[in-house]
């Protein structure tokens, strides 16, 4: 069974900085787009950013723009989603995602293979 797997989240105080990373399990990530998606209870999962499977393009949405950074290291199987000027409204449980049929980032919808989350709280 294709699995992801998501870390590096926690507790931080607004203006600060978190990692998360995504490795796959049993199967590689290198020939598929990776996408992070967030949810808070009581709310629809929305995806927040994707990378392509060569790394070359990226896109973000408006929410985190400028303040999130989504990268891979094919070479370690991993997708890493660097997070800087946390704020309280980023208080969600994050999941990795592929998309298992593109190399390339298409609409979220299309995302099939999910982490199991990991959860991440900003506040003072």
């Known amino acids: 069974q294709l699995q992801l797997a998501e870390s590096g989240g926690g507790s931080v105080q607004p203006g600060g900085s978190l990692r998360l990373s995504c490795r796959g399990s049993r199967f590689t990530l290198n020939n598929y787009a990776v996408g992070w998606f967030r949810q808070v209870p009581g709310k629809e999962r929305e995806g927040i950013s994707c990378?392509?499977?060569?790394?070359?393009?990226?896109n973000y949405d408006d929410s985190v723009k400028g303040r999130f950074t989504i990268s891979r290291d094919n070479a370690k199987n991993t997708v890493y989603l660097q997070m800087n000027n946390l704020k309280p409204e980023d208080t969600a449980v994050y999941y990795c995602?592929?998309?298992?049929?593109?190399?390339?980032?298409?609409?979220?919808?299309?995302?099939?293979?999910w982490g199991q989350g990991t959860l991440v709280a900003v506040s003072s």
């Open positions: 990378i392509s499977s060569s790394g070359d393009s990226t």
């Open positions: 995602a592929t998309d298992p049929v593109s190399r390339l980032c298409r609409p979220y919808e299309y995302f099939e293979v």
